[in-house]
């Protein structure tokens, strides 16, 4: 028996790392290409290993083109928005989770129902919105219509790990004689922050990635770094080592703490549907 | 005293996300709305008088809105069918016990945090270029005529590239799911002579039925509003051949300065969406017990 | 320590009158026990006297004084929690400390106080443990210890044992009436299991939908039960209840008969029956008989009683010992019904 289950776990790990690796290859293959010449990144038959490593296109990106601006624009964006949205959605959150009415159903779905309000249905009011708030591309727009897209999500996100605070222990907590602020501070709060460093953590991504709005309402000095790419690819899309670098740049900081949110997102994503 | 109190601290806390979120609602989709129902063209300042249906007439009867509805639902099966197929064997595979499973879910789950402009440039010029992409290279390697993918099948390759992208969330899921499943059950299921295909068809395939339907809802309200890659890749082009609605619309209002009509196809797109969201909200509903 | 009584406290969700009108007086220094069951409003009567409900109206006193407007923790009373409700990021010395801390008291008093609590509880060797490292029945004494160091004039118990396996249970149950007697403090304690209430308490009251149906030591409830549903309720197995033209015989709706004042016999009795069970615990033999147009009755036997399934036996109840309901579930005596005759 212990043969045969043992023989089966190497047949599956072979299995899972091909196909694995299969998966992760255009990201690993971009980021082989950003350490290539411009020569070796187009050769035929492709250079997998044994090519000269360089550093010249990071260094060429990093000089001739904003990606410091963009990538600046990028955090205060995502990490602005979410830290608006979670200003707004905590107190929401907490109040629908602990003080739950008759309504607090029908709250939440309203709320996740404005999620799906497709960007397209209302693209054109709020372009014309924020050509006369002199929003158009601004950074503070962009943060305005990033919050308010990924409200929802925290709201919902929030609520569901709020709710599992059991309420016996806070109402031990007042039974213990600690007063409102105390209780927030002793109780409450230690309970709450890995739902809040969560739910931070996915919303920045969402939002770092986001590229309809970024795209729409913003030109080359403000955007963030998804619309720094897709303005990459004009002038330069066939200078493949050079794109790699700057696509590289662009996504390691998020794909990073991906990785250190994967558990969450599954919660996240699904709206507490899926745990 | 202190249930009334916090009965109004609750509503006051509640109250700021229910105001933005019903303004960020009903102003701009109120605006939508009324532009739809009149001539309004950005370049040209006429009466902006009220048209009636006309800006509906026109977008609806514009055979680029037959194709771009074509287009978003075929984007939209195509990548569904492939995501939650490919899905499940992964998430299956990955519930093993294997070596390495960290390392490997890792692997796995990167692509869904890559950006879509950089993951639509990267499958763009590295992998379907038919000169220089891997892809060209692999067919050559096998005898076959290189293929230019984004012109000639461009409604399949953008499948493929936002395929790659939803993969990880889907395989995710269901593997959460699947880890989720209780180990008694299989066991019983065992002791009552179930072999491994009869387990996984009467216990483990009804156990993914919800995670399933979960996965197909969210991921359609993200591929119904797919933009960036197809902005990035194909241009909606050649032609119309890889419009869908999101971008049609866009090319109406930011490309000719047709709000009228514009706004007229946002209100579609709305409706479209609407349905699949009554279903959504049927679904994560059930599962609330607020 | 203190007394503690309610006056015509009520209490609604809404339109739901879940407590329509409650009076009642706990005696300083008195184990009572809430039972009844599930959705009867014991662990809301004792929210309310805890204060983590507000009464709709009525008035809770603690020593003669009003606590009604009174927040939670200035009415110095110690709740244990179902749930235990332990604070899960805090050490099991914090959890014990919690209290004290909020009171402000000084550090080396709280530790005093703490080490004091862990001693008598038998938790020295786990005060740096967190609650997910503690065992079911370790977690519940951190909550009592916390309950404990506060000096209450009153402890409150909402179904504290009900999470545990049913030996945990039993000694956890001695502990709690030891720790009764050691400390001589006024104890409320909710339960659904008249097997506890009997137990611990030196005073029952029990609850229907509400309302109290009847107030007595384990005793007077067991041998005077005022209702129809005291007398299904306290006892174990359950008092036998007989309805129909056997009841009205002794001019009552329903009699009822506990299982030990039946007399069983193999030969003659004043009824016959084919016995469905026969539970031999070997100090006992329980058994169900199943009697034509009386229902199935259980009888108390002795431990060496033979029989079994199938069995014929006959069963002769002792009249002196006969309970007598009228419509409502009222108890009436045998006195009543020859007047009303």
């Known amino acids: ?275 | 005293m202190s249930s009334i109190h916090s009965r109004a601290t609750a509503r006051l806390a509640l109250s700021p996300a229910v105001i933005l979120l019903l303004a960020w609602m009903a102003i701009p989709l109120a605006m939508t709305l009324w532009y739809s129902f009149h001539d309004y063209q950005l370049l040209i300042p006429r009466g902006n008088e009220f048209v009636g249906w006309e800006n509906y007439a026109y977008f609806l009867t514009d055979p680029a809105f037959l194709h771009a509805l074509v287009n978003t639902l075929a984007l939209v099966g195509g990548v569904l069918l492939i995501t939650v197929a490919a899905g499940i064997g992964l998430a299956l595979l990955l519930d093993q016990p294997i070596y390495g499973r960290g390392i490997v879910r890792v692997l796995v789950v990167s692509p869904f945090f890559v950006m879509p402009t950089v993951s639509a440039l990267v499958w763009k010029n590295m992998f379907m270029n038919p000169v220089n992409g891997l892809l060209a290279w692999l067919a050559q390697l096998l005898g076959m005529p290189a293929i230019d993918w984004l012109a000639q099948a461009p409604l399949l390759s953008l499948v493929i590239i936002v395929a790659w992208g939803w993969l990880p969330f889907a395989t995710l899921i269901l593997l959460t799911a699947l880890q989720s499943l209780d180990a008694e059950q299989k066991e019983a299921a065992q002791m009552d002579g179930a072999g491994a295909l009869a387990r996984f068809r009467h216990i483990t395939l009804p156990h993914l039925a919800r995670p399933t339907a979960v996965v197909i809802l969210i991921q359609t309200i993200f591929l119904l509003s797919i933009f960036a890659e197809i902005l990035v890749t194909t241009n909606g082009g050649p032609g119309t051949q890889s419009t869908n609605l999101a971008f049609l619309v866009y090319s109406q209002a930011l490309l000719r300065f047709d709000v009228g009509s514009a706004s007229a196809g946002g209100a579609v797109a709305v409706v479209l969406a609407n349905i699949l969201a009554l279903l959504l909200m049927r679904l994560v509903g059930r599962n609330l017990d607020a | ?341």
């Open chain 1, 1 to 275: 028996m212990a043969g045969r289950h043992g023989r089966n776990k190497l047949v599956f790990t072979a299995l899972a790392w091909v196909l694995a690796l299969l998966v992760f290859f255009p990201l690993l293959w971009t980021l082989l290409t950003s350490f290539k010449t411009e020569g070796e990144a187009v050769a035929i038959p492709p250079k997998f290993l044994f090519f000269d490593w360089t550093l010249e296109n990071y260094a060429e990106v990093w000089e001739r083109t904003d990606y410091l601006r963009h990538l600046r624009n990028s955090i205060i964006i995502s990490l602005g928005s979410t830290l608006i949205g979670l200003a707004v959605a905590i107190p929401a959150a907490w109040a629908m989770a602990f003080s739950p009415t008759r309504s607090t159903r029908t709250v939440l779905l309203w709320m996740l129902s404005t999620r799906m309000l497709p960007a397209v249905g209302v693209l054109v009011p709020v372009y014309l919105l924020f050509k006369q708030a002199g929003l158009l591309d601004s950074r503070s727009g962009l943060v305005l219509i990033l919050m308010l897209t990924n409200l929802p999500i925290m709201v919902w996100m929030l609520y569901t790990y709020f709710r599992e605070i059991p309420r016996e222990i806070l109402e031990a907590a007042r039974m213990d004689g600690a007063t409102p602020l105390r209780e927030l501070a002793y109780v409450l709060a230690p309970m709450a922050l890995p739902g809040i460093a969560s739910t931070l953590l996915l919303n920045v991504i969402l939002a770092w990635n986001e590229s309809f709005w970024t795209l729409n309402l913003t030109a080359a000095s403000t955007g963030p770094l998804t619309a720094f790419i897709a303005s990459f690819s004009a002038p330069e899309g066939l200078f493949y080592a050079r794109l790699s670098a700057a696509s590289m740049l662009a996504i390691a900081p998020i794909v990073v703490l991906g990785w250190l949110s994967q558990k969450q997102l599954v919660r996240g994503l699904t709206f507490g549907a899926v745990k």
């Open chain 3, 1 to 341: 320590m203190a007394g503690i009584a309610l006056r015509n406290v009520s209490k609604a969700f809404g339109m739901q009158h879940v407590i329509p009108c409650i009076d009642l007086d706990i005696g300083d220094g008195e184990l009572v026990v809430f039972v009844g069951p599930s959705g009867c409003g014991k662990s809301t009567l004792l929210r309310l006297i805890a204060g983590l409900e507000d009464a709709t109206s009525g008035q809770v006193l603690i020593d003669g004084r009003d606590v009604t407007q009174l927040a939670p923790a200035q009415r110095g009373l110690s709740m244990v929690f179902q749930s235990y409700a332990l604070y899960p990021h805090m050490s099991v010395r914090d959890n014990i400390a919690f209290p004290l801390r909020m009171m402000g008291m000084e550090r080396a008093t709280v530790e005093r106080k703490v080490a004091d609590a862990a001693r008598v509880l038998n938790l020295q060797d786990y005060l740096d443990r967190k609650p997910r490292e503690l065992s079911g029945g370790q977690r519940q004494r951190v909550a009592i210890g916390r309950a404990i160091v506060r000096e209450p004039v009153a402890f409150l118990f909402d179904e504290p044992l009900s999470n545990l396996d049913a030996a945990l249970r039993v000694s956890m149950r001695m502990e709690i009436a030891r720790l009764h007697q050691q400390f001589g403090t006024t104890m409320i304690y909710v339960t659904h299991d008249q097997t506890e209430a009997m137990t611990l308490a030196d005073r029952i009251v029990v609850l229907n939908h509400g309302r109290v149906e009847q107030v007595g030591t384990p005793l007077q409830l067991y041998r005077h039960p005022a209702s129809r549903f005291v007398a299904g309720f306290i006892g174990s197995p359950r008092m036998n209840l007989i309805e129909g033209p056997e009841a009205a015989r002794h001019g009552a709706a329903t009699v009822g008969i506990r299982p030990e004042n039946l007399v069983l016999s193999d030969h003659s009795g004043r009824w016959q029956g084919r016995v469905s069970l026969a539970e031999h615990l070997g100090s006992d033999t329980y058994v169900h008989v199943d009697v034509e147009g009386v229902g199935a009755l259980t009888a108390r036997a002795a431990g060496d009683f033979d029989v079994r399934h199938g069995g014929r036996v006959w069963l002769t109840p002792d009249e002196a010992s006969l309970h007598r309901f009228d419509g409502e579930g009222r108890c009436v005596t045998a006195s009543e019904v020859d007047h009303v005759r």
